[in-house]
């Protein structure tokens, strides 16, 4: 991949606040985009194909990966997520930075394919925190709430191999921390 310096990847546990910053830094940073990931989750309301994810089934995703069409992919909750790695190229060749909003093992084999990028880690202040945060979002059921806060024990042990490693207590200042690391 040209340029690898251009991609940005934000990651940390599910409900810290990782598609609230990322929509906040676009808003501010037109030469910004943001990767669309593909996922055999099913949409949740107001979720739109193409839009917020390319909703695939499980056998085109698999598909996908024969194909080496992903950057990198993860199983996540009893889904699959991964990042087409096409239109990466093209977006960072139009001079594009792009930001990959990804969970944890995703990230880690980005790191390992690419050197020269930034990797960030968002941290929730407490674990208790974040628990209300997936629970206030109201989009997953009980069991799916119960996977993402198991795997979030072991996400956390992972950032302290990322570049940064932010608390995400307030959007705006998250947000504020990540323009100066990445500009
Ligand atoms: P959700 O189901 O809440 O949309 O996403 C679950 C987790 O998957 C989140 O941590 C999200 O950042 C992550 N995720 C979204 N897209 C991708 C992707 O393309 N690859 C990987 N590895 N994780 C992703």
Known sequence: MKN????????GPSGVGKGTVVKNILKKDKNIWISISATTRKPREGEEH???YYFLTKEKF????SNEMFLEWAEFAGNY???PIDII???????YKVILEIEVEGACQVREKLSNIISIFLLPPNKKELEKRIRDRGTDDEKSILQRLERADFEI????DFDYVLKNYEID???????KIIS
């Open 157 to 160: 042990s992972s950032s302290k």
């Open 4 to 11: 690898p310096k251009k991609l940005i990847i934000i990651t």
């Open 173 to 179: 200042k998250t947000v504020d921390e990540i323009f």
């Open 50 to 52: 193409g839009k917020d």
């Open 81 to 83: 997520y991964g990042t």
């Open 62 to 65: 698999k598909e996908m990966i």
């Open 89 to 95: 190229n093209e977006k960072i060749q139009n001079g």
